[in-house]
C-alpha cells in the first residue's frame, strides 16, 4: 500500500524550494521502489487568502491521514496586520499542537565544500556538525494568559512561560537517545538563575540523564551558549533546551554552515511527522528563482529516515546534495564574489539528476 505524504508549500519562497524537494523526493522513490502519494493541502497566508484560516480543517484532516507532511514556510508582511488567530504563524502552531509535534530536531553540519561560505574563520567553524533539540509545543509560544490589554497609562501585554514535568521529560529522552547514536554528549541549555521554569527544566533534565549513564551532560546559560556556539561550535553534539531558545538558537547555529538555507528540520511526536526547511518565507525572493532549496530537499531526507524507516533512501539524498555542493554548484546564498550561481530550480534538478543516477 503506498504511504502517503502531505505537502503544504506555504507561502513566498515556499513552493519554489517544496517543488524541487518533491523532485528529489520522487527521484529517490523511483530509484529505492517506495510508493508514495503526495497530497497538497493550503497552510499559512495562502490558506487565509483561500478561506480565511490559516489551518483549515480539511488540511488538518489530511495531515493526520498522511504518514508525514513536506512543509514550506509560512506568513509574511501581506498578513502582519490579521488578529492573531488569523495570521499564517497560528496554522503552523495550532498545527504543532493539533499532532502533537514536541521534538523539533534541527541538525547543523558544515559541508567540507562549504567551509569558506561561513562567515567565521576556517579553523572555528570547520568540523561543526551538531543537533539542536527544541521542545516544540511548550512555553511562550503556546502559554497562556496571552494578550494585550489597556491599562491606565498605556497597554499591558502578557506571555506565560509553563513546562510540566511530563514536557521536560519527553523532550529531554528524545535528546539523550539522539546523542547515543552520535558523540553522545548532551548540552542542556536554560536560564535557570533567573527563571523558575528553567529551574524545574534543568532538575527534570538531571533525573531524565539517570537512566543514561553512557551520556555525558553539561548544563549552559542560554546566553553563554549563544556565545560559544561562536566561539567553539565545534564543542557542541547535541543542544537541549527549550522552544523560544531553540528557536533562536538553531537559527545562529544555521549561520555556522554557511547559509540558513541549507538547513532542515524534523518535528516529531507519536504519530504523523513533520519535515521544513527551517529558513522563513523571503517574500523579497519569491518567484526569483533564487531561492536555496537544499533545506527543503534534505528535510526530504529526514522524512525517509524517520517516518519511512529507509535509511538507504536518506543517505542517497544527503550525498547527492553533497556531490553537487563538492562540485561547485552554488545559489546566490553560498556564493562567493565573482562565483558563478546556478537557480533554484537548476540546484534541485541537478541534485535529483545525482539521487538517480548514484
Known sequence: MATQIAVLKGDGIGPE????????????????????IFREALLGGAAVDATGDPLPEETLALCRQSRAILLGAVGGPKWDRLPAARRPERGILRLRASLGLYANLRPA??????????????????????????????????GTPRGIERVPDGERAVDTLTYTTAEIARIARVAFEVAAARRQKVTSVDKANVLASSELWRRVVEEVHRDFPGIALEHMYVDACAMQLIRTPRAFDVILTENMFGDILSDEAAMLTGSIGTLPSASL???????????????????????????????????????LGREDAAAAIEQAV????????????LARPGEPTIGTAEMGRRIAESVAAA
Open 269 to 307: 511526536g507519536a504519530g504523523t511527522a513533520l519535515y521544513e526547511p527551517i529558513h522563513g518565507t523571503a517574500p523579497d525572493l519569491a518567484g526569483k528563482d533564487v531561492a536555496n532549496p537544499i533545506g527543503a530537499i534534505l528535510s526530504a531526507a529526514l522524512c525517509c529516515r524517520y517516518s
Open 17 to 36: 524550494v517544496v517543488g524541487q524537494a518533491l523532485l528529489v523526493f520522487q527521484a529517490a522513490a523511483a530509484r529505492y521502489s517506495l510508493e508514495l
Open 322 to 333: 553533497e556531490r553537487a555542493l563538492a562540485s561547485g554548484l552554488r545559489t546566490a546564498d
Open 109 to 142: 553540519r558544515l559541508s567540507p565544500a562549504l567551509v569558506e561560505a561561513s562567515t567565521l574563520k576556517r579553523e572555528v567553524v570547520e568540523g561543526t556538525d551538531l543537533v539542536v533539540i527544541r521542545e516544540l509545543t511548550g512555553g511562550l509560544y503556546f
